[in-house]
């Protein structure tokens, strides 16, 4: 990726695949895909895939999150590449579910199933376990981890969206699994993401803002976050949700880059701000925020050193958007104590 001033590589948008989307609408084309055996498929049942190689490494210790759909098995802290999606020939796949077009690499296309009833056919190989994005995101490879993206946002798309928002008819997948279309009167409907914006809030002390959510135990701290309302810009998101969350006035502001969080259907914008002369000292909402505190370079790494502070997982923008502020990696994350 050329050098584009922002933050590089982040872990969930790492592109670069060639998503083929002209060959979509060919049903021809993409029925020969399912019959060719070099084809590779990533089924993905309830947001789980099969992966290889969690076995030998660290799992970090299971933690509720607000946002996720129920308690994380524990992030997975490891070396990209670490890790692999278990891909398998179409004949190895023969289940029932939606089928979706991912994309095309040196000769290979890749596709994946997605799969909502029973997994008891076909449970873990030995030296496998069925996994979520964001449980091995960090430790997958650049194409592992893109397709893996794209099959997580499409599942949940296509698991939230069965009707027809105009009539109620149940809609059938279309165009390769990217749209879902209307039998009864011929809509087509498209994967939506919803944008929201997480910023790092930075004084002229060159001291970070970080906040901590009712649910997270002491010590536990990230970036402020909110989505973007119907009819809003992204910096005036920026500006509604840090006062509201931290009751700070910001301006000053620098988009550092974006990337996809579908759990179920994010696009993260991520910023730094600065406080603006004259803000109100920064105070809790008392709701969704219990705790904010301002962090110098010093206290943020004897923090993370002494495991006092935890900031988020390599996974999430959040640590970037810190790390950036800070000038290196940090030590320790909230996915090992
Ligand atoms: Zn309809």
């Known amino acids: 990726m050329p050098d584009i001033g922002l933050l590089a590589s982040l872990t969930l948008a790492r592109g670069g695949l060639d998503r083929v989307a002209e060959r979509r609408g060919d049903e021809a084309w993409f029925d020969a895909v399912w019959s060719d055996p070099t084809t590779r498929v990533l089924v993905v049942h309830r947001g789980k895939a099969r992966v290889r190689g969690v076995e030998e490494v660290d ?28 891909l398998v020939a179409p004949e190895q796949a023969a289940y ?11 000769g ?21 376990t069925w996994e979520g994005l964001r449980e091995v995101g960090a430790a997958l490879g650049d194409r592992d981890a893109g397709l893996f993206v794209m099959a997580t946002a499409l599942a949940n798309w296509h698991a939230g969206h069965p009707r027809c928002p105009r009539c109620g008819e149940a809609t059938v997948a279309s165009q390769a699994g990217w749209s879902r279309t209307c039998p009864a009167d011929s809509s087509q409907h498209f994967p939506r993401s ?5 910023v790092l809030i930075l004084d002229d002390d060159d001291r970070a803002l970080l906040g901590r959510r009712a649910e997270w135990p002491d010590g536990f701290f990230s970036t402020l976050a909110g989505f973007v309302e119907a009819g809003e810009s992204a910096e005036i998101t920026v500006i509604r ?49 219990t705790e904010v505190r301002w962090f110098s370079r010093e206290e943020m790494r004897a923090g993370c050193e002494a495991g006092t502070v935890r900031i988020p997982p390599s996974i999430s923008i959040a640590r970037r958007l810190i790390e950036r502020w800070y000038g290196a990696p940090l030590p320790g994350s909230w996915a090992r104590p």
């Open 59 to 86: 799992r970090g210790p299971a933690l509720t999150d607000p946002s996720y759909d129920g308690a994380s098995r524990g992030w997975i802290e490891a070396e990209r590449g670490s890790v692999e999606l278990v």
């Open 96 to 106: 029932d579910g939606v089928r979706v077009l991912l994309a095309l690499e040196d």
């Open 108 to 128: 290979i296309t890749y596709v994946a199933l997605l799969v909502h009833g029973s997994r008891d056919p076909w449970d873990a190989d030995a030296g496998t």
């Open 194 to 198: 919803d944008p929201a914006v997480i």
């Open 241 to 289: 949700e840090m006062a509201e969350e931290a009751g700070v006035d910001v301006d000053r502001l620098d988009y550092l880059g974006s990337q996809p969080w579908p759990f179920p259907a994010s696009l993260m914008l991520g910023y730094h701000a600065r406080l603006a002369a004259g803000s109100p000292e920064p105070r809790p909402d008392g709701e969704e925020i």
